[in-house]
T-cell receptor
Framework: NAGVMQNPRHLVRRRGQEARLRCSPM?????VYWYRQLPEEGLKFMVY????????ESGMPKERFSAEFPKEGPSILRIQQVVRGDSAAYFC??????????????FGPGTRLLVL | SQKIEQNSEALNIQEGKTATLTCNYT??????LQWYRQDPGRGPVFLLL???NEKEKRKERLKVTFDTTLKQSLFHITASQPADSATYLC???????????WGAGTKLIIKP
């Protein structure tokens, strides 16, 4: 039973380019969360999605950032016109209403974004 | 504002001893608290969840306590092993059934 998968694991972009991060939740999970982590800091919630719906995007910057979780395929976190301050590790987590409940989140290995 | 604190200094423990990590919080009344383990270059891994009406939870060599009066949780690893070396994160939940507030983590080093 594959866990949460994220790709790419490492992404290097120049300022002004777009970054696209992908997340495939655990099998049977329909709830996806995106987090951002800076060194020596806690995880910061960005957005919570269900299939085809954004439930809570209160932690995501209003500009340049967007997220989707289509009916088919992985969830995508998209950062347009990246700046150096976007450099961080971005983690995706998934959960199930059945297995462990929404409180128990299972994390992917993360995508480390470096903006040059 | 809500604040969650974990010891930022690394904790060095001799193999075989009990390691105890602390999570303190302020301006918050969580319905539950979770502990995760994070290894370098990897995502957090869920370990234990304890609810506000539970005083203690155990899982194999792990024990978590939750004191809502002191606003503190303690995380214990008994008979510690070098493989237990990692960063341990605590996270509070409650305002919603999904949004967590995360501590920055404590790095635990178990010396053989």
């Amino acid at each position: 039973n594959a866990g949460v998968m994220q790709n790419p694991r490492h992404l290097v972009r120049r300022r002004g380019q777009e970054a696209r991060l992908r997340c495939s939740p655990m099998k049977g999970h329909s709830h996806v969360y995106w987090y951002r982590q800076l060194p020596e800091e806690g995880l910061k919630f960005m957005v919570y999605l269900q299939k085809e719906n954004i439930i809570d995007e209160s932690g995501m910057p209003k500009e340049r950032f967007s997220a989707e979780f289509p009916k088919e395929g992985p969830s995508i976190l998209r950062i347009q016109q990246v700046v150096r301050g976007d450099s961080a590790a971005y983690f995706c987590a998934s959960s199930s209403l059945v297995l462990g409940g929404l409180e128990t989140q299972y994390f992917g290995p993360g995508t480390r974004l470096l903006v040059l | 504002s809500q604040k969650i604190e974990q010891n930022s200094e690394a904790l060095n423990i001799q193999e075989g001893k009990t390691a105890t990590l602390t999570c303190n919080y302020t301006n918050y009344s969580p319905a539950y608290l979770q502990w995760y383990r994070q290894d370098p270059g990897r995502g957090p891994v869920f370990l234990l969840l304890i609810r506000e009406n539970e005083k203690e939870k155990r899982k194999e060599r792990l024990k978590v306590t939750f004191d809502t009066t002191l606003k503190q949780s303690l995380f214990h690893i008994t008979a510690s092993q070098p493989a237990d070396s990692a960063t341990y994160l605590c996270a509070l939940g409650g305002d919603s059934n999904y949004q967590l507030i995360w501590g920055a983590g404590t790095k635990l080093i178990i010396k053989p």
